[in-house]
């Protein structure tokens, strides 16, 4: 047997998931070596912090500061970008596949913005681009939706992609905690981070649920059109209400075909508790997909993390080393078509929860249904927890049947306006999933 040579990697970017990928490749060398068919080289490491060899017992000689050596370099075969953020990754990723090389990243936020593009370039270039770890961590998900899905019409995505806010979720509704309380409880675990805004804000969901409904929906997705909003105008009480309506509440990424269009948004949701996705609890992410053939599936497991993110990050590098040794074209087999197919969010129909503070006196729930009557939006529930009898406030919660999101909108503008309501406190949407 012709012994094949060395697969060389080059790796940029040694923070906390690029330190993971470089402890597997130094230490299972054999199982690696065995599965891509020629042993897998970590011979550069591109990172502005040289001193990080020491502690992970690399060479050296390996760390270069220039990510224009591994770029520049004849004998880089893959370049795995673990910068994270858009700049200069997207810049560094584009070069390398210009320059033919293979590119196994991380980088949601870059495959958000520019996957089609940079799927093309990697087309033109005959060059692997596999980014399996940008969504879910270790959760097989880009894989199963490029391959295994690939016969079914896919009706909708419904995700758990943000391990930070699902475990502030689960400390809310189980603890009965507020929102300020389990963040901070989340950044003591190290679950969150010391800035974690775009995790609470929807935005790291976004990029995420960008990717999935590309893949899922063949679409060159415009990032700009994904509808996010974030955790934390959430109430312990908005649980408590849920709960009694038999609710759990979940950040949620959905994508749904809606006729000809598709729905891509990020917001918290009151789901049915009984549900599958309202039992996915702490930092743990889960992916339910429904499809015309395969009806529903869920992906379950850890969507971050050195060593999960590592499974991901380094089965694409395996994935690109087996083409290579046995000469088959790594070239991304479709790149997707440009559409303006995202529906957009005031045209969104689906139920409501409302909480707010009214005045504690007849009449008021006629005038608050008068004008949800006006907007057609019809009241399924009401219940009437506390009232106050010091200031003569009641605390509503109001469920609607499906309205149209922006008659919804038009409709709290009108409520806000009448003497009687103090306060919409909260509204949130409803899935039936
Ligand atoms: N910050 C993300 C989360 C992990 O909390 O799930 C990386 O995508």
Same mark, same amino acid.
């Given at each position: ?148 899905? /690939? ?7 419904? !995700?758990? *992609?943000? #391990?930070?806010? $699902?475990? &502030? ?99 918290? /949701? ?7 996705? !309202?039992? *996915?609890? #702490?930092?743990? $992410?889960? &992916? ?146």
């Amino acid at each position: 047997m012709v012994k094949k040579r060395a697969i060389n990697i080059a790796l940029l970017g040694i923070g906390t998931i690029g330190s993971g990928v470089a402890r597997v490749l130094t230490s299972k060398k054999k199982t690696l070596a065995r599965q891509a068919g020629s042993p897998l080289a970590l011979t550069m490491v591109v990172d502005k912090d040289m001193a990080r060899h020491g502690t992970l017992g690399l060479d050296p000689e390996i760390f270069v500061t220039s990510y224009k050596k591994a770029i520049d370099s004849d004998d880089i075969d893959i370049v795995i970008e673990l910068i994270g953020g858009e700049y200069p990754a997207y810049d560094y990723i584009k070069e390398a596949l210009s320059k033919g090389k293979h590119v196994v990243t991380a980088n949601k936020e870059v495959m958000a913005k520019h996957g089609t593009e940079l799927l093309s370039i990697a087309q033109q270039h005959h060059a692997g681009l596999r980014f399996e770890a940008s969504v879910g961590g270790g959760i097989p998900l880009i894989s199963p939706f490029q391959r295994d899905l /690939v016969a079914n019409d896919i009706q909708a995505i419904y !995700a758990i *992609v943000n #391990g930070t806010t $699902n475990y &502030i979720l689960s400390k809310m509704a189980h603890d009965k905690i507020d929102f300020g309380v389990a963040l901070k409880q989340a950044q003591k675990l190290g679950y969150a981070e010391a800035n974690p805004a775009n995790d609470i804000g929807g935005l790291d969901a976004a990029y995420k649920l960008a990717i999935l409904t590309s893949l899922g929906f063949d679409m060159d997705v415009n990032f700009d059109e994904i509808y996010f909003e974030g955790i934390a105008k959430l109430k312990s009480r908005d649980f408590r209400y849920a709960a009694e309506f038999g609710y759990a509440i979940k950040l949620l990424a959905i994508a749904k075909r809606s006729n000809s269009l598709v729905e891509a948004r990020v917001h918290p /949701v009151l789901i049915p508790a009984e549900s599958l996705l !309202a039992k *996915v609890d #702490g930092v743990y $992410n889960a &992916i339910y997909v429904s499809g015309d053939l395969v009806g529903n599936v869920l992906f379950y497991g850890q969507g971050a993390g050195p060593s999960a993110t590592s499974s991901a990050v380094i089965a694409d590098v395996i994935n690109i080393a087996q083409n290579i040794n046995t000469r088959r074209d790594n070239a991304p087999r479709f790149v997707p078509e440009k559409t303006s197919g995202i529906k957009p969010m005031a045209d969104i129909e689906t139920r409501y929860y409302f909480r707010m503070s009214v005045l504690d006196q007849a009449g008021v729930l006629a005038q608050i249904s008068s004008i949800m009557g006006s907007q057609s939006i019809s009241i399924s529930s009401v219940m009437q927890q506390e009232s106050d009898p010091s200031n003569r406030t009641a605390e509503i919660v109001i469920m609607t049947h499906k309205a149209r999101e922006s008659a919804v909108q038009k409709a709290m503008k009108m409520l806000n306006k009448l003497k009687v309501v103090k306060e919409i406190s909260n509204f949130i949407r409803i899935e039936a999933i």
